[in-house]
C-alpha cells in the first residue's frame, strides 16, 4: 500500500505571544502544532486560554512574539504588513462570531468586498459573489440589507465572503457561538460540505456537539495546546 | 487594490449615509460659501467705494493759503477767486466755503427762551460762495439755494444742511422759518439733502459770503473748492494758483488727487484683508467640522477597518479610502458653497444695485480649496485608521 503523502498548510514551532510588559500574559507558551492540508481542526478550551489569540496567529492578523509560523511552507513570520495583508486576502479566509457585515451594504456588496484587496480585475465580481451566495442557500438575499438577515443567514453571507476566491485555509472563531441549534446544524452542513470539497479549515468552538463534527479535535488550556482523541 | 475599486469603496461609504454626509459637506459648504460671498462681496463692496473715490476724487482741486511767511499779512485768497478760476478751460464748478467765528453766539429756532426744552444750539457756522453748491452738487430737499444776489445784497437768509435742519427740528420751509445767529435773525430758504463732496456741510448752517462779510468781518475765504472737469485735474492744478494769485502765486497751496489715492488704496487692501480673515475663519471651521466627523466615522467604523485589514487591506488603502471620502467632501462641499457664495453676491448686489464683481478663477478655484481642505482635514482621522492593529480593530468593533 503507498502512504498518500499529505501536504503540511499550516505549521507552528514553539509559537509564544505574550502581552503587556507589568506583568507580561503569556496568552500563547510554545505552541507547536501541525495542520494538514484539508483538515477540518476543532481548538476547544476554557475561555481566556489563548484560543483566538492562536487563530489570529495563524491568521496573519497577530504576529507571534516569538517562534515560528509556516504556511504552506513559508516562514510568514518575518513577512512585513503590506506582505503578510496580501496573504490574507489570497490564501485565507475569516469567519466571525460577530459576523463582521458591513450593515449599508447589501448582501451581494459584503461578498465582493472579500475581492476588493486582491487587485483582481472587477469583471464578472458580481457573477462570482452571487454564485457563492448560491452555494450557501442565499441566492434570494442578494440585494437585502444584512439587518434584514437572520443571525444564520448573516453568518452564511459571511461564509460566502471568505470562500469567494477559493482560499486554503478558512479561519473560524466560534462561527456558531450567537446562533442557535437549529441555525447551526445548517452552518455546520455547509462546512462539512467545504471540508469534502478539500478545503483546510481551522474553527474555535465551546460547542462540544460541533467540536465533534470536526476530523480532529486540540484542546487549548493557559496558552498550551494538548491533542484530544 | 485597483483604483476603481478604491472610488467604489469611498463612494459607497458616502452614500450609504447620505444623512450624515449632508451634514458634514454643510460645515464646507458655510465655510467656502462664506468665503466666496466675502471676497465676492469685499470686491463688490470696494469696487463701489473706489469707484466713488474716483469719480470725486479725480476732479477735485482744493486751494487754501500756504502758511504765510511772517509779516505778510495779506490775505492769500481773493473773493472774486471761483469767478477767476473759472475762466480756465476745463473747471466746471467753484466756490469758496469759510468757518465763520460766531463768538459765543448760538443758533436759536425760537424767539423766546424756553427754559425746558432746549432751543439753543451750537452749530457750525459756513460762510459759502453760491457757485460752492454746483461744486458739491448740493441735493435740496426742501426750498431753494441762496444766489449771488443774496450774497451781494447781504440778506439775511440761510441754507441749512440735513443734520443740521433736524437738530434744530425743520422739516419745511413752506411755512417761512427763521432762526437767530446770536441777536441775529435769518430766515431758511432751503434744505439741502446731500452732497458729494465736503460732507461736513450737512451739519452747518451756510450763510452766504456778502453777508458774512459784511456782519462778520470775514477777512478772506479759507478754502476754494473747483470741480474740474475729468482728466483736467492735474493741469488745472498747475495753472490754478496763477489765475487765483497772478501778483503772488506762491502764496497758494493746492491739494490735487495724487494724495487721495493713497487713501483708496488703503481702504481697498483693509477690507479686503478683513474679509479673507472672516472667510478663512470660516474655512477653518468647515475643516474643524469634516476632521471631526471623519474622525467620529473612524472610531464608527473601527469593526470594518478590521474587516478589510482581514480581507487584505494595507494600512495604505485604509488610509486612502478615509482621505478620499474626506477629500470628496471637501470638494462637493466646495462646489456648493461657491455656486451659493455666487448668489449670494449676485443677489446682494442686484438688491443694492451695485454691479457684482468676482474673480473669475474663485468660482473655479474653491472646488479646489474645498479638496485640499478636505484632504488636510482627513490627513489625522486617516492615519489613526491606518495605525489601528487588525486584531484590535476586529475586537472593539462588530
Ligand atoms: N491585546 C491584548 N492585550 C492584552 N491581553 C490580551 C490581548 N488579547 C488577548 N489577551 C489576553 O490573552 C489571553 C487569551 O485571550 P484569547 O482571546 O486568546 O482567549 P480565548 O481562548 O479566545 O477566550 P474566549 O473563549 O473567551 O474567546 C487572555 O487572558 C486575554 O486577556
Ligand atoms: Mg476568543
Redesign the pocket.
Known amino acids: 500500500m503507498i502512504a498518500i503523502p499529505t501536504t503540511t498548510e499550516v505549521q507552528l514551532t514553539d509559537v509564544w505571544r505574550t ?2 510588559e507589568d506583568p507580561p ?1 503569556h ?1 500563547l507558551r510554545g505552541v507547536d502544532l501541525s495542520i494538514g492540508a484539508g483538515e477540518w481542526l476543532a481548538i476547544v ?1 476554557p ?8 487563530l489570529n496567529v495563524i491568521g496573519c492578523l497577530d504576529r507571534p512574539t516569538a517562534g515560528r509560523l509556516e504556511l504552506r511552507g513559508q516562514d510568514v513570520g518575518q513577512l512585513d504588513d503590506g506582505d503578510r495583508a496580501n496573504i490574507r486576502a489570497r490564501e485565507l479566509g475569516f469567519v466571525f462570531q460577530s459576523f463582521h457585515l458591513l450593515a449599508h451594504r447589501t448582501v451581494l456588496e459584503n461578498v465582493m468586498l472579500a475581492e476588493v484587496y486582491r487587485g483582481e480585475p472587477r469583471r464578472g465580481r458580481r457573477e462570482r459573489a452571487a454564485e457563492e451566495l448560491q452555494r450557501v442557500g442565499l441566492g434570494g438575499r442578494v440585494d437585502y440589507l444584512p439587518t434584514r438577515l437572520s443571525g444564520g443567514e448573516r453568518q452564511r453571507v459571511a461564509v460566502a465572503r471568505a470562500l469567494l476566491g477559493r482560499p486554503h485555509v478558512l479561519l473560524a472563531d ?1 462561527p456558531t457561538g450567537n446562533l442557535d441549534s437549529v441555525t447551526t446544524g445548517s452552518i455546520m452542513q455547509l462546512l462539512a460540505d467545504l471540508h469534502a470539497s478539500g478545503i483546510t479549515i481551522v474553527m ?1 468552538t ?1 460547542s462540544e456537539t460541533v467540536a465533534r463534527a470536526a476530523q480532529r479535535q486540540v484542546t ?1 488550556v493557559d496558552g498550551t495546546l494538548a491533542e484530544v482523541c | 487594490m485597483r483604483a476603481g475599486d478604491l472610488l467604489d469603496e469611498s463612494l459607497a461609504g458616502l452614500v450609504t449615509r447620505p444623512g450624515r454626509t449632508a451634514l458634514t459637506i454643510l460645515g464646507t459648504v458655510i465655510g467656502l460659501g462664506a468665503l466666496v460671498a466675502t471676497l465676492g462681496l469685499s470686491r463688490t463692496a470696494s469696487n463701489r467705494i473706489v469707484g466713488r473715490f474716483d469719480e470725486v476724487a479725480a476732479t477735485e482741486i482744493q486751494l487754501t493759503s500756504r502758511p504765510q511767511a511772517l509779516g505778510e499779512i495779506d490775505p492769500a485768497l481773493p473773493w472774486n477767486g471761483p469767478s477767476l478760476i473759472r475762466r480756465l478751460e476745463g473747471v466746471a464748478a467753484a466756490g469758496n466755503t469759510t468757518a465763520v467765528d460766531t463768538g459765543d453766539a448760538l443758533i436759536r429756532t425760537a424767539p423766546v427762551r424756553d427754559p425746558i426744552r432746549q432751543t439753543e444750539f451750537r452749530l457750525a457756522v459756513q460762510a459759502v460762495s453760491p457757485g460752492l453748491f454746483e461744486a458739491i452738487h448740493a441735493d435740496v430737499a426742501n426750498g431753494r439755494l441762496f444766489d449771488e444776489g443774496h450774497s451781494a445784497r447781504g440778506d439775511r437768509v440761510v441754507v441749512l444742511g440735513r443734520t443740521a435742519a433736524a437738530r434744530l427740528g425743520i422739516a419745511t420751509v413752506s411755512n417761512q422759518p427763521a432762526l437767530a445767529i446770536g441777536d441775529d435773525v435769518f430766515s431758511v430758504i432751503g434744505i439741502v439733502e446731500d452732497v458729494t463732496r465736503q460732507h461736513e456741510l450737512l451739519a452747518s448752517v451756510m450763510i452766504p459770503e456778502g453777508t458774512a462779510a459784511a456782519d462778520y468781518r470775514l477777512a478772506s475765504p479759507e478754502l476754494l473748492l473747483v470741480e474740474t472737469d475729468i482728466g483736467a485735474t492735474q493741469l488745472i492744478a498747475q495753472m490754478a494758483p496763477l489765475a487765483v494769485r497772478p501778483d503772488a502765486a506762491h502764496v497758494i497751496k493746492v491739494a490735487a488727487p495724487a494724495e487721495q489715492r493713497r487713501v483708496r488704496d488703503n481702504v481697498e487692501s483693509d477690507l479686503e484683508l478683513l474679509f479673507l480673515f472672516l472667510g478663512g475663519i470660516s474655512l477653518l471651521v468647515g475643516a474643524i467640522g469634516i476632521a471631526n466627523v471623519t474622525l467620529v466615522s473612524v472610531m464608527e467604523r473601527t469593526g470594518e477597518i478590521g474587516l478589510r485589514r482581514a480581507l487584505g487591506a494595507h494600512r495604505r488603502h485604509i488610509a486612502v479610502q478615509f482621505l478620499a471620502e474626506s477629500a470628496t467632501m471637501g470638494t462637493v462641499g466646495g462646489v456648493i458653497g461657491a455656486s451659493l457664495g455666487t448668489l449670494v453676491v449676485v443677489g446682494v448686489a442686484a438688491a443694492q444695485q451695485w454691479t457684482p464683481v468676482l474673480d473669475p478663477e474663485l468660482p473655479l478655484l474653491a472646488p479646489l480649496v474645498g479638496a485640499v481642505t478636505g484632504l488636510v482635514a482627513g490627513l489625522y482621522p486617516a492615519l489613526r485608521a491606518a495605525s489601528m492593529e487588525p ?2 480593530s476586529l475586537r472593539s468593533g462588530t
Open positions: 502581552f503587556g500574559i496568552a478550551g475561555s481566556g486560554s489563548g484560543k483566538s489569540t492562536l466560534e474555535i465551546h487549548m | 486584531v484590535d
